[in-house]
């Protein structure tokens, strides 16, 4: 099964989407978003720098567990991964937006 994109809103109300790789896991969430349009460009902008290996910020959370965020061109934040239990774990992880956002369908949840 292919990668997807979930559009939905969140409970304060913003519109955010997360990546879903094959397997149902959850590799890539956004921010929050005030308008749809706006979400629906951040998951453009996703499949557009996805496959850039130099868009992606490798770093480790305040705990020192290793985790990513995909930058656009301008280096802001588009997406964020969980936390993984190791640098190599992350890498996957990276690999697997690289492989899944290009083509990921859309679900829109929001309807």
């Not at 979930?6 to 959850?26: S, V």
């Not at 130099?54 to 280096?75: Q, V």
Request: hydrophobic content about 30%.
């Amino acid at each position: 099964m292919a990668g997807k994109f979930e559009l939905y809103k969140d409970k304060a109300g913003e519109y955010r989407f997360r990546l879903k790789a094959g397997n149902g896991e959850i590799i890539l969430v956004s921010e929050g978003y005030k308008q749809k349009a706006s979400a629906e460009n951040g998951i453009e902008s996703v499949r557009k720098n996805a496959p850039t290996d130099e868009r992606y910020e490798r770093k480790d959370t305040s705990s020192g567990k290793p985790m990513f965020n995909l930058k656009a061109t301008n280096g802001q934040v588009i997406g964020t991964s969980e936390t993984y239990s190791s640098a190599s774990a992350r890498d996957n992880g990276i690999e697997s937006v690289k492989k899944n956002a290009p083509d990921a369908k859309l679900d829109d949840q929001t309807a």
